[in-house]
T-cell receptor, first 112, second 111 residues
Framework: EPEVTQTPSHQVTQMGQEVILRCVPISNHLYFYWYRQILGQKVEFLVSFYNNEISEKSEIFDDQFSVERPDGSNFTLKIRSTKLEDSAMYFC??????????FGQGTRLTVV | GQQLNQSPQSMFIQEGEDVSMNCTSSRIFNTWLWYKQDPGEGPVLLIALYKAGELTSNGRLTAQFGITRKDSFLNISASIPSDVGIYFCAGHDNYGQNFVFGPGTRLSVLP
């Protein structure tokens, strides 16, 4: 069964460092999303991406965040200068022609 | 802003019991989805609902899309230990627009 793959599964970084989280979408899916979940809290929308541009973004998705599909397959989330409060699980989700979104296993980001 | 509420926030049940949880919204959605999340894992899609009034089953799971399109419920029959986890509802409008998640219902199943 096709699945969304995220790497790394866990990343520890120092405050102020840049991190790139990677996602390989399900083949032929066209809509891509990033969500985050702070430990024990709800799943929060960050950004949606379609046709090589951002469709919608939340207020969480400030200038420190960016997304791209550098090679037409991987979908990446970059955080330029990480803060302690960026520590969370980051989930990539992709959507095809149906209305369901399928989630990856997540990347646990720990900022120290 | 957009907000979904889920009830109950958490529940403890005995193995074999049936479970019912609700999701309500302050606005209308075109699609409702129910996800289950295990600790340290990503949300896994359980059921998707597309039409107001729609009742859909997936094994021991049954979910309904409320007629007003502002609510949905999920029932689990004959619960088993592996049903433990957090159940999220999510509302969605159109492609490329975000899926709005509820805060989740944490289910614990006692043997």
């Amino acid at each position: 069964e096709p699945e969304v793959t995220q790497t790394p599964s866990h990343q520890v970084t120092q405050m102020g460092q840049e991190v790139i989280l990677r996602c390989v979408p399900i083949s032929n899916h066209l809509y891509f999303y990033w969500y985050r979940q702070i430990l024990g809290q709800k799943v929060e929308f960050l950004v949606s991406f379609y046709n090589n541009e951002i469709s919608e973004k939340s207020e969480i998705f400030d200038d420190q965040f960016s997304v791209e599909r550098p090679d037409g397959s991987n979908f990446t989330l970059k955080i330029r200068s990480t803060k302690l409060e960026d520590s969370a699980m980051y989930f990539c989700a992709t959507q095809g022609s149906g209305t369901e979104a399928f989630f990856g296993q997540g990347t646990r980001l720990t900022v120290v | 802003g957009q907000q979904l509420n889920q009830s109950p926030q958490s529940m403890f049940i005995q193995e074999g019991e049936d479970v019912s949880m609700n999701c309500t919204s302050s606005r209308i959605f075109n699609t409702w989805l129910w996800y289950k999340q295990d600790p340290g894992e990503g949300p896994v899609l359980l059921i998707a609902l597309y039409k107001a009034g729609e009742l859909t089953s997936n094994g021991r799971l049954t979910a309904q899309f409320g007629i007003t399109r502002k609510d949905s419920f999920l029932n689990i029959s004959a619960s088993i230990p592996s049903d433990v986890g957090i159940y999220f509802c999510a509302g969605h409008d159109n492609y490329g627009q975000n899926f709005v998640f509820g805060p989740g219902t944490r289910l614990s199943v006692l043997p």
